[in-house]
């Protein structure tokens, strides 16, 4: 399983490789193994099909376009296609809330100068995106709607705090001890970081 | 919030996860992480988890339609000029930038130049202005000065302990004319007038100081006012000794004897 995961990190690369040189054919491909994961993910924060089909034709340009600029060592494509899908989705809601959220997007990529980072760590299975809907389901209400705020929303820990009625100070310690829950969940394979 | 304990510190590692700190929390918890490997791997784990969550939602179909579209709409984009290895890619990047810096520059240098030039040429201007102000000045001050020694050589002449009075008639030239002089032998002579005719253009009239028994001596030119008045002040020295105080008409800027027609006349 971890293999098959792996080779399908070598294809993107190879694909986003061809996209870089201005293959579009490369693009097709890149289409048919990631629009339905980002077009539920721009569905799920915004609630609004086309909308959503705008985020997914958004990200699939902005890709194109940065093809050259994609850094294997950062991040494998399927987490920055998801970086770009939350990034784009999270400006359409602020275009719509007209609120500025203090967010550092690209801060959820882990640290760039971990030597230890490695693409495994953010390698998510099928299997373990199920597993991670079912613990989300199982956290307290205040860990589980603080982390989608924060995740599906944008929402900064201020806001969360506002409208969760809750102190600033639980709203941080929630959405640590609910990832940390979310963490369990996913289990093994989680990388070289969890191993030791 | 600058000095936060290892614990509070810890504490931000979720929110860091879901990229939703404060910036102020996010560069303190990025600068604990350089020195706390614990917090390093926790953000590790919990990145991977945020990393999830993208994948944690309901998974739908995107409409059949879309795929087309989204191909078309990225055919559609600009050329991009062809793929080179990264390196260059990045140097060729910084190009662009670097030569926009060089331009934006020498543009800058250029600004400079024509400003400091703009300053220059102002401060020139200013400097020859103040030049002005200052001649103008010195001019003003000298006929204040000049204001002030007239007006102190009068008092000082008309308190003189031998001041004389003469009376100046006017002669047949200008018979309308008068003319008054106080004379202190030790302290000089004032002269004034009144009704004097204007001249015509280079003529000028001419005081004179005629010591008894002796030749005429110039006692200066009158600047005549508007109204036909004039007061000239005459040092001790020429007006030592004075018979008959007399003004004549000559030509301007004065002659060594007089030439042309008596005008007043008078003897103390």
Sequence with gaps: MAGAHTATYDADRATVDRMARGDTSALSDLYDRHARAIYSLAVRMLADAAEAEDVVQDVFTQAWRQATRYDAARAPVVAWLMIMTRARSLDRLRRRRSRIVATELDSSIPHPRDPEASQESLAITAEQADKLRGALGELSDVQRKAIELAYYEGLSQSDIAERLQQPLGTIKTRIRSGLLKLREALGGGAGPAVAR | ?268
């Design chain 2, 1 to 268: 919030m600058t000095s936060m304990t290892h614990d509070e510190l810890r504490e931000l590692t979720g929110g860091y996860a879901l990229g939703v700190l404060s910036d102020e929390e996010r560069r303190a918890l990025e600068a604990h992480l350089s020195t706390c490997r614990e917090c390093t791997l926790e953000v590790r784990e919990l990145a991977r988890v945020a990393a999830g969550l993208a994948h944690a939602v309901p998974q739908v179909d995107p409409p059949a339609a879309l795929r087309g579209r989204v191909l078309n709409a990225v055919r559609d984009e600009p050329a991009r000029p062809a793929h080179s290895p990264k390196p260059a890619q990045a140097v060729r990047a910084a190009a662009p930038i670097a030569t926009w810096l060089a331009v934006a520059a020498s543009i800058a240098a250029l600004a400079l130049g024509l400003y400091t030039l703009t300053l220059r040429q102002r401060i020139e201007t200013l400097q020859a202005q103040l030049r002005d102000v200052n001649a103008r000045f010195e001019r003003e001050l000298q006929i204040a000065r000049a204001s002030a020694d007239r007006a102190n050589h009068v008092s000082v002449i008309l308190a003189a302990a031998d001041v004389r009075r003469i009376d100046l008639a006017g002669q047949a030239a200008a018979p309308q004319a008068a003319g008054r002089a106080y004379w202190s032998p030790s302290r000089g002579l004032i002269f004034t007038a009144t009704n004097l005719p204007a001249l015509a253009p280079g003529k000028q009239y001419q005081l004179w100081v005629i010591p008894p028994g002796k030749n005429p001596v110039s006692a200066g030119m009158i600047d005549l006012e508007t109204d036909g008045r004039a007061i000239v002040l005459v040092d001790p020295s020429t007006a030592a000794q004075v018979g008959t105080v007399a003004v004549s008409v000559e030509p301007a800027g004065g002659v060594q004897q007089p030439t042309g027609d008596i005008v007043l006349a008078g003897t103390p």
